[in-house]
């Protein structure tokens, strides 16, 4: 397995994964403010030109949550997502792939100060997606009960970033929340990696 990354982009989240399922993997630096990026060679691995990309068996592909959600059932004795079968395997798809389809969207209206269309904008608006994801979070340790899984990496790692930034409210749920997942020795060993990896630039 190989993960394409960069260090101190979004990249992040695809390496604490990579440390939570404690498998052999190659960590592949990608500069992607070089000059000629993304190369015909790195679209064929992610071909939308971003990092994270990823690699297993020849074939690449991109995308944070189809990273996540490919090693988590590549490795089901981790217990990161629910089996194919298991009713929680729903609301555990639903937030994990909530961070693309509804945390960014909504993180750049209030970052660029956008009049939301609550009704036609698929993640409704700012006030919509962060109140959700607040109430989903008071109800128990973990989204889908008391195992971690992808999903709780994934918010745990947006709202992390997104309140580092201002472009998410540190409402108490949130900041617990952040705590908890980063507490992990997973993403501890994330952080070293990466500022290792930074240190090189």
């Not at 939301?116 to 700012?126: A, C, E, T």
């Amino acid at each position: 397995m190989k993960l394409y990354y960069c260090p101190q982009t979004r990249a992040f989240t695809s390496l604490w994964m990579m440390e939570e399922v404690g498998q052999p993997y190659e960590l592949v630096r990608v500069d992607i403010r070089a000059p000629g990026h993304p190369t015909e060679a790195y679209k064929r691995i992610n071909p939308m030109g971003k990092v994270a990309g990823f690699e297993d068996g020849g074939i690449g592909f991109g995308e944070t949550a189809a990273i996540l959600l490919y090693v988590a059932d590549k490795f089901p004795q981790t217990k990161l997502a629910p089996a194919p079968t298991d009713p929680r395997r729903g609301r555990f798809l639903q937030w994990l792939m909530f961070s693309a389809t509804s945390l960014e969207p909504a993180m750049a209206e209030k970052r660029l100060g956008h009049t939301p269309n609550s009704l036609q904008s698929g993640w409704g608006d700012y006030d919509r997606t962060f109140g959700a994801l607040e109430a989903a979070l008071t109800s128990g340790p973990w989204l889908v009960g008391d195992q971690f899984t992808a999903a709780d990496l994934y918010i745990g790692s947006s709202l992390g970033f997104g309140m580092m930034f201002g472009m998410i409210d540190k409402r108490p749920a949130f900041v617990q929340f952040a705590e908890r997942a980063s507490a992990r020795p997973a993403f501890k060993r994330a952080q070293e990696i990466e500022a290792k990896e930074a240190a090189k630039t």
